[in-house]
Each structure stands twice: as structure tokens, then as C-alpha cells.
């Protein structure tokens, strides 16, 4: 049970800025892995592994601008999760998910991959749904 003493304050909550921070790391990189993917298979798509007879088969092109503009997406919301800014969750949130569907059809090309991402993914839309509100200072 936290209580406030003074100038100091403590919540049992408190471990969770710890999560946070490590979420809006884990969006920087989930970004960053996604912008290079994205590059990768718009200009190398031989590169990457095809599978056959894959239900959900796009042109890997068309996968790279999508891993490209995702991992932009995520890179500025995990910059700005680090302020706490509350466009900067709801875009994480909304950002992991469309993550997570995204590597769930990329799993014939890079299954463990994807299943990594997608584990990330999912720590970080609770990190941010957990996360308390910014408090302000007492007068």
C-alpha cells in the first residue's frame, strides 16, 4: 500500500514506469526491425523467403511498404511514449496491434521472427493499457 510521507511518494504501482520505458524501447525497435524489413524486401524481395500456397500471398513489395510505414509509425510513438504523451499510447496500442496482425501473415516467411514480434507486441499493449496516468506536482 503506498502512501505519501512528505515530499516523497510511492506507489505500489511503480514498477510499472520501469515496463513503460521498456515498451517504448521495445516499439523503437520493433520500428526500426520493421523499417529495415520494409527496405529490404521493397529493394532485395529475393531476399526474403517465399512460401507457396500461402492464403495470404501479397506481393512482397506491397510488404515492404507496409513494414516500412508501420515501422515509421512506431518509431514516433515509441519516441514519444518516453514523454508520456497520450496520442503516443493510443498510437502504440493501435500500432502493436496492426503489428501483430501484420507478422502473424508475414509467419511462413520468418515464423520465429514473427512469433518474437508478435510476443513483444503483445507485452507492449499491456505495458501501455497498464501504465498510470502522468501525475502533476502538488502546489
Given at each position: 500500500m503506498g502512501h505519501a510521507h512528505g515530499g516523497g511518494h510511492h506507489t505500489s504501482s511503480g514498477w510499472r514506469s520501469g515496463w513503460v520505458i521498456f515498451a517504448a524501447v521495445m516499439l523503437l525497435f520493433n520500428g526500426a526491425m520493421s523499417i529495415l524489413e520494409g527496405i529490404t524486401a521493397i529493394l532485395k524481395d529475393d531476399v526474403i523467403v517465399v512460401t507457396r500456397n500461402y492464403a495470404y500471398a501479397f506481393d512482397l513489395t506491397t510488404w515492404g511498404w507496409l513494414h516500412l510505414a508501420l515501422g515509421?509509425?512506431?518509431?514516433?510513438?515509441?519516441?514519444?511514449?518516453?514523454?508520456?504523451a497520450l496520442w503516443a499510447r493510443v498510437v502504440a496500442v493501435i500500432g502493436a496491434g496492426v503489428?501483430?496482425?501484420?507478422?502473424?501473415?508475414?509467419?511462413?516467411?520468418?515464423?520465429?521472427?514473427?512469433?518474437?514480434?508478435?510476443?513483444?507486441?503483445?507485452?507492449?499493449?499491456?505495458a501501455v493499457c497498464t501504465m498510470d496516468r502522468p501525475r502533476t506536482a502538488p502546489r
Open positions: 515509421i509509425v512506431l518509431v514516433l510513438a515509441g519516441a514519444a511514449l518516453f514523454n508520456g503489428s501483430m496482425v501484420l507478422q502473424f501473415l508475414w509467419l511462413p516467411h520468418y515464423p520465429l521472427w514473427a512469433l518474437v514480434v508478435i510476443a513483444l507486441d503483445i507485452f507492449v499493449i499491456w
